[in-house]
């Protein structure tokens, strides 16, 4: 039987899981060049280094071109250092993975700038992240000059678009049934943020009996939010207490604007004097 | 990694048969051997290979590229092509030339080596460019009597052109007619002058004043909307920013690229290597070191300090000038450093044209704008 799961390892297990796919990591960019040598790079789905990385050189000139996910741990220091990478665009596609912390909007003002992709990593943002993530959506939505996707504000605003739900899990590449992150001691689980979290249930099982737990809480914000389909309580773990006010205001951004442009595409499709003033 | 580029500014000679007085290089009598011709490509093939680049472009400027006889040029392509052909790489040239020696003896090198294709430098009026010893009306007859002849000839003919306060008082129009209708050109660029080089009275003026220049480039781009973007007339940046606006396609001037020491070196005639053609010869300072004295180019591009600093340099701008808030980043990274280096002294500043770039940004963002709602209805 063939495993489909990609697993996040780092680069010290690259032969335990020969044969798998896989998201390589190293904080050495160096050291990944090395030990990839001689495997083979059509089951690494992307490689993940540090912004802060050492010795970037020999990634920078390395010959194949595997997409680069570019992590920030610090949005505020680490903001500089993404120049250092701006030539990797013309030989692979890099995607910046920031953290929402204070300060990750200018980080993605500055990666979208450099034609890198981005990812929001997620834990349950206060008021201050959110209204910091209301103006990143409308950067993506409304600023000619956008040309890479923000995830998960992409995947979200096309799901509404198309009126297909996304589950952002997935989108945020947190579910176990697709991807596994294996920790440097070799412990399987979800993702980086779950790293050290003891799971009471089998990972396989955990998203589903989450979400079973949450429609089952009485009174519980999930039960009647119009974006659960989508959400699927992505924002209520680790605290199910967290208030989703701020992220639904997000996905509502999304919905309307999603909706505007439908409107203004139907518009533009009709017949010549229909629907327009 | 292919499908990659390395750029070479090549200077093979730095001497001129003009005296421009905007000039920012400092010329002397040098010019570059076959020999050692042989030897800085061989380099600069050993670093593609180093760096899994496939193709090289080479910018041949001067001083004055036709100041060396055509058959120079001749021998030169023959020597490159047989160094790219062991390392299996690939070579195109380009030629910039300001044309005052152009004779039919360039036709076969420029029909064989450059594709029949030259850019040229002119400007309208033309106050400041200059044969040695003599004015700007003989530098004028010559040249466009040389662009009539190679035009007639079947070559591309490219311009540069740097307004002055003349051009700005002339206006757009008078400005595009001379090139477009009067010169038949249908490729010209408009370049920001900079007080780069060795101080004089003409670049004290500089840089222009950016209201009135960032007037006459909006009014320019107008001009060229109505009478030369549908008839296939290209004005630089304006046809770069469009396509940019309209299709995404980013393929910026150096100026705007989010760092140029990623995309290109220069070359003088004694293997001098800086980052552009301006650092090399007027400012030795920032020289990353000499390719025909050093090992190897990579090792000399990776231990040059002077590159290490023009490659913070971006990174240094967002923290400390008003980069990051604008919000045309995408377009540019704090613009050109020698531009900032003449005018403050100082790379770690921001271009001084900044304000104008801003204008001429938002101007064809709307003028793409306009296109796009007009082709929809």
Redesign the interface.
């Known amino acids: 039987m063939s495993d489909s799961i990609v697993y996040n390892i780092p680069i010290t297990m690259i032969e335990a899981y020969r044969g798998r796919t896989l998201v390589v990591r190293s904080h050495d960019p160096s050291m990944i060049v090395q030990r990839l040598a001689g495997h083979d790079l059509e089951m690494v789905e992307y490689l993940q280094v540090p912004v802060t990385g050492g010795d970037i050189d020999s990634l920078l000139h390395w010959e194949h071109a595997v997409p680069v996910d570019l992590v920030i741990h610090n949005p505020e220091a680490d903001l500089p250092l993404l120049y250092r990478y701006s030539a990797m665009q013309a030989a692979r596609p890099v995607r910046v993975s920031v953290p929402v912390a204070p300060g990750f909007s200018k980080v993605v003002k500055l990666a979208l700038s450099l034609d890198f992709a981005v990812k929001l990593e997620f834990s349950q943002p206060g008021p201050a992240l959110t209204e910091e993530l209301l103006r990143v959506a409308d950067l993506y939505l409304h600023q000619s000059t956008v040309s890479q996707p923000v995830e998960f504000i992409h995947s979200m605003f096309l799901a509404f678009y198309k009126g297909d739900p996304v589950a952002l899990w997935i989108v945020q590449e947190e579910d176990p049934a697709r991807m596994r992150y294996i920790t440097a001691r070799g412990i399987e689980t979800i993702s980086r943020r779950f790293a050290g979290v003891e799971l009471n249930e089998a990972l396989p099982s955990f998203i589903e009996n989450y979400i079973e737990g949450l429609i089952k809480e009485e009174g519980g914000e999930c039960n009647d939010c119009e974006f659960f389909d989508s959400c699927l309580g992505y924002f209520k773990w680790p605290r199910k207490e967290y208030l989703c006010e701020g992220v639904k205001a997000l996905f509502q951004r999304l919905k309307e604007a999603a909706e505007e442009l439908k409107a203004d595409l139907s518009s533009f499709h009709s017949p010549k004097g229909e629907n327009r003033s | ?4 580029a390395f750029s070479l500014i090549l200077l093979p000679t730095l001497s001129c048969d003009a005296d421009c007085d905007y000039c920012f290089e400092k010329k002397n009598e040098h010019r570059i051997t076959l020999d050692q011709l042989c030897v800085v490509v061989q380099k600069v093939m050993d670093h593609m290979e ?3 680049i496939e193709t090289l472009s080479i910018y041949w400027q001067g001083g004055e590229v036709m100041t060396l006889p055509p058959d120079w040029f001749e021998k030169a392509n023959i020597a490159i092509r047989e160094i790219a052909e062991r390392g299996n790489r690939q070579v195109l040239h380009y030629l910039q030339s300001n044309m005052i020696a152009y004779t039919s003896k360039w036709n076969r090198v420029l029909a064989d080596m450059f594709g029949n294709s030259v850019g040229s430098s002119m400007d309208f009026p033309n106050l400041h460019r200059k044969l040695k010893g003599g004015g700007p009306k003989e530098y004028d007859r010559l040249w466009v009597r040389n662009i009539r002849e190679a035009t007639e000839a079947g070559i591309k003919v490219g311009v540069i052109a740097i307004p002055n306060e003349r051009t700005l008082e002339m206006g757009a129009e008078r400005f595009f007619s001379h090139f477009v209708d009067e010169l038949g050109i249908r490729d010209f660029q408009i370049n920001t002058p900079f007080p780069g080089g060795s101080v004089n009275d003409v670049k004290m003026g500089y840089p222009l004043n950016t209201e009135r220049l960032s007037g006459f480039l909006a009014d320019l781009a107008a001009v060229w909307m109505d009478r030369g973007f549908h008839h296939g007339v290209q004005v630089g940046p304006f046809s770069r920013l469009m396509d940019f ?1 309209v299709h ?1 396609k ?1 393929d910026l001037m150096c100026i705007w690229r ?2 140029c020491v ?1 995309d290109f070196v220069c070359i003088d005639p004694l293997g001098h290597v800086a980052q552009c053609d301006c650092w090399v010869t007027s400012y030795p300072e920032f020289r990353f070191g000499n390719v025909l004295d050093d090992g190897s180019l990579s090792g000399l591009l ?1 231990n040059s300090r002077a590159r290490r600093q023009l490659q ?1 340099r ?3 701008l ?2 400390k000038e008003d980069c ?1 808030e604008c ?5 540019c ?1 704090g613009g050109c450093p020698v531009r900032a280096y003449s005018v403050y002294g100082d790379v770690f500043r921001k271009d001084p044209y900044c304000e104008l770039y801003r204008r001429l940004f938002q101007n064809m ?1 709307s003028m793409a ?1 306009s296109l796009e709602t007009e082709s ?1 209805r």
């Open positions: 990694m292919k499908g990659t180093h760096n899994h606006f995404a980013k989010d760092n990623n990776q913070t971006p990174s240094v967002i923290q990051l919000k045309y980043l995408t377009l990274h963002e704008a929809g």
